[in-house]
């Protein structure tokens, strides 16, 4: 056992040192024994750790779990004054339960956001939320969405999470960007968007699976037949295709088919963003957690973000307040007669 001394630099997906109220730091050698830890506040800048007594080891790992961040583990050196040092640069995304955004308004968008306002403007029933009513999302709608609604506020994320890169993307073989083939929005929600799109989205699509391109693989595309069936005067869901990029490119999946609409023929796209949550674990190797279900928006734009700094997406994050939990409390059952649980407010 000797003094450890840690310089402790984290970073969010900016390239700025995290501010956060409670973060624990661990060090331990590989096999955990002889751990060390300590709990600090961080306030956007370094802070200097001293470990009076820390395991001797030449190699350590650093455990960090911050209230505002999620937990991250990485191998760290030692020399022989007892300094720790990080072999990589600690970057870690945000927890996206703590977070909430804040939406660029529709009059301060900037040039870039034209193709998505102009499709916006042509898409009069558009459901921004799975069970939301249509509307004309333009304007003070558009606006009126913020994160008091949550579940259309993720909606709204995730279609600008989309649209960020779409509007980036090119078509392989084309000129134009992936977004410049939508024609209507139909739904958005936390994890992707339908639209009317035009005949050449869905021939490029149906080309890439059949004969995949660098940057492109094919995707199963029976698991999105339904989003397309649910959507509302839409029959004969047909001659589908679905292909998905590499994380390079962000996890991009496009999904179509030719289908009828309102008594018309048409073709129809799924464009979603890694709807496993790999692409978190892709992007920082420094993550340590086991994700089920569907990817937080929250955590694409993080990916987003750090793999693509100069995207504008239409919203920045800031911290939400921590509403109390609830704690059951259990009334131990007398004989014949039922367990009680009541709520009562953590304070």
């Known amino acids: 056992m000797g003094k450890l001394r840690l310089d402790l630099s984290i970073r969010d997906v900016h390239g700025r040192e995290i501010s956060d109220p409670r973060a624990t730091v ?9 751990a060390v830890a300590a709990t600090v506040s961080l306030d956007g800048t370094p802070k200097s750790l001293v470990f009076p007594e820390g395991p001797a080891s030449p190699a350590l790992i650093l455990r960090v779990t911050p209230s505002l961040y999620r937990d991250g583990a990485i191998t760290c050196t030692v ?6 040092t990080p072999t990589a640069p600690l970057v870690l995304p945000r927890r996206a339960s703590h977070w909430q955004p804040v939406f660029t308004h529709w009059a301060s968008m900037s040039d870039v956001f034209g193709p998505l306002q102009d499709v916006l403007g042509a898409s009069g029933t558009f459901r921004v939320g799975q069970f939301s009513e249509p509307v004309m999302c333009t304007d003070a709608v558009f606006d009126g969405i ?6 259309r506020a993720l909606a709204k994320v995730s279609l600008l999470n989309l649209f960020g890169r779409l509007r980036d993307e090119r078509v392989p073989g084309g000129t134009g960007p992936w977004f410049g083939h939508v024609r209507e929005l139909l739904l ?26 660098p940057g492109y693989r094919p995707s199963p595309v029976k698991n999105h037949l339904d989003n397309f069936r649910n959507l509302p005067g839409v029959t004969n869901v047909r001659a589908g295709a679905s292909v998905k990029t590499t994380e390079r ?64 997406l239409g919203y920045h994050l800031e911290p939400m307040a921590l509403l109390p939990v609830p704690r059951a409390i259990v009334t131990r059952a007398r004989a014949g007669r039922p367990l009680v649980m009541r709520g009562r407010r953590k304070r």
């Open 188 to 213: 958005a929600t936390r994890e992707r968007f339908l639209a009317e799109v035009d005949e050449a989205c869905w021939s490029t699509v149906t080309r890439l699976s059949d004969t995949p391109k």
């Open 26 to 34: 661990r060090l331990s050698p590989p096999d955990g024994v002889g």
């Open 79 to 84: 020399d022989g004054d007892g300094r720790v």
């Open 249 to 312: 490119k962000a996890n991009l999946q496009f999904s179509v088919v030719r289908a009828r609409r309102d008594g018309r023929d048409t073709w129809l796209l799924d464009a979603d963003i890694d709807e496993n949550g790999g692409l978190l674990l892709h992007t920082f190797d420094v993550i340590r957690h086991a994700f089920t279900g569907g990817t937080h928006p929250v955590d694409v734009h993080e990916c987003l973000c750090h793999s693509f700094p100069d995207t504008d």
């Open 146 to 151: 913020d994160a008091a609604d949550e579940s």
